[in-house]
C-alpha cells in the first residue's frame, strides 16, 4: 500500500518525514475514517492529542462532535481544546492522597 500526505501544499511519501504532531493526525484520520465505514456505539481515545497543539485538538474535538452523533466516545485527554468539545466532562484529581472525580454538564451541547 502507498501513501502520499499532504500538510499544507507540501507532499510527504514516508511517515518518517512527519512530525509527531502530523503522525497523529495521520493515524487518527484513518482510524476515524474505518469508524465511518463500521460504526460502533462506544470508542475508547487515550490520548490521541498529547502531540498535537490547541487548534488541532479543538477541531478533533469538533470533528468527533459533528460526524459521530450517534456514538459516545470516551476520551482521555490533558487539553481544554477537547473538554470544550465534551457534552458531559469528568474531572478527576488527585490532592493529598485523595482522589477526586468531578461531573460537569454542558448545557449548551
Known sequence: M???????H???ESL????GGQRSLVALSL???MLLFKPAPLYIL???????DLA???NIGQMLKEHFRHSQFIIVSLKDGMF???????RTR???GMSSVQRTVNPTR
Do not use: P
Open 94 to 96: 488527585f490532592v493529598d
Open 31 to 33: 482510524v476515524l475514517a
Open 56 to 58: 488541532h485538538t479543538q
Open 10 to 12: 507540501t507532499w510527504k
Open 2 to 8: 502507498c501513501v502520499k500526505i499532504g500538510f499544507n
Open 84 to 90: 470544550n468539545n465534551a457534552n458531559v466532562l469528568f
Open 16 to 19: 518518517g518525514e512527519l512530525s
Open 46 to 52: 487515550d490520548e490521541v492529542d498529547a502531540a498535537l
